[in-house]
T-cell receptor, first 108, second 112 residues
Framework: AQRVTQPEKLLSVFKGAPVELKCNYSYSGSPELFWYVQYSRQRLQLLLRHISRESIKGFTADLNKGETSFHLKKPFAQEEDSAMYYCALRGITDKLIFGTGTRLQVFP | DAGITQSPRYKITETGRQVTLMCHQTWSHSYMFWYRQDLGHGLRLIYYSAAADITDKGEVPDGYVVSRSKTENFPLTLESATRSQTSVYFC???????????FGSGTRLTVV
């Protein structure tokens, strides 16, 4: 079964602190992993996907198949990073399965 | 970009009423999806469609009906609304060869 777990509902940090949003997945094949971000009352936007291995807005995420994880990291958090972050998995069926989300609060 | 639009943005309805949420995309994307967003549950897939006239159930399809007679439209109908269907509903689309899902702005539905 496909499953995405985000263990933290809320992560609060001060501006300039490092951030790590955890994501673990369960999937028997080779999944595609994504991070989506939702700013207050806005639509979800694609932030990262593991295949591209790029850095967007200072965020990076590395797929660790051994630990079945795809944690999102940023070395220095900014206040504008405050948002809801969703990890998502796409398997062979083309359905995008989301985790329950982590709310990131960055205090000044 | 406003390639995928949802209407209405807000809707209040009474228990037992039928409600239809609209989703329209201008890219001719093959795939379209309906999700509901609830605190503590994240986004859960209700229904999806791989092409016109092809639909399939997601995680939480009970109480919902979809149709896709045209590629660009994917309406979601609540046949007899219940309070548990109070939620924010998001429509999304993806091209067959693409990787990213583009989401609409959402419909906030309240069932009283």
């Amino acid at each position: 079964a496909q499953r995405v777990t985000q263990p933290e509902k809320l992560l609060s940090v001060f501006k300039g602190a490092p951030v790590e949003l955890k994501c673990n997945y369960s999937y028997s094949g080779s999944p595609e992993l994504f991070w989506y971000v939702q700013y207050s009352r806005q639509r979800l936007q694609l932030l990262l996907r593991h295949i591209s291995r790029e850095s967007i807005k200072g965020f990076t995420a590395d797929l660790n198949k051994g630990e079945t994880s795809f944690h999102l990291k940023k070395p220095f958090a900014q206040e504008e990073d405050s948002a809801m972050y969703y990890c998502a998995l796409r398997g062979i069926t083309d359905k995008l399965i989301f985790g329950t989300g982590t709310r990131l609060q960055v205090f000044p | 970009d406003a390639g995928i639009t949802q209407s209405p943005r807000y809707k209040i309805t009474e228990t037992g009423r039928q409600v239809t949420l609209m989703c329209h995309q201008t890219w001719s994307h093959s795939y379209m999806f309906w999700y509901r967003q609830d605190l503590g549950h994240g986004l859960r897939l209700i229904y999806y469609s791989a092409a016109a006239d092809i639909t399939d159930k997601g995680e939480v399809p009970d109480g919902y009906v979809v149709s896709r007679s045209k590629t660009e439209n994917f309406p979601l109908t609540l046949e007899s609304a219940t309070r548990s269907q109070t939620s924010v509903y998001f429509c999304a689309s993806r091209d067959r060869d693409g990787y990213g899902y583009t989401f609409g702005s959402g419909t906030r539905l309240t069932v009283v």
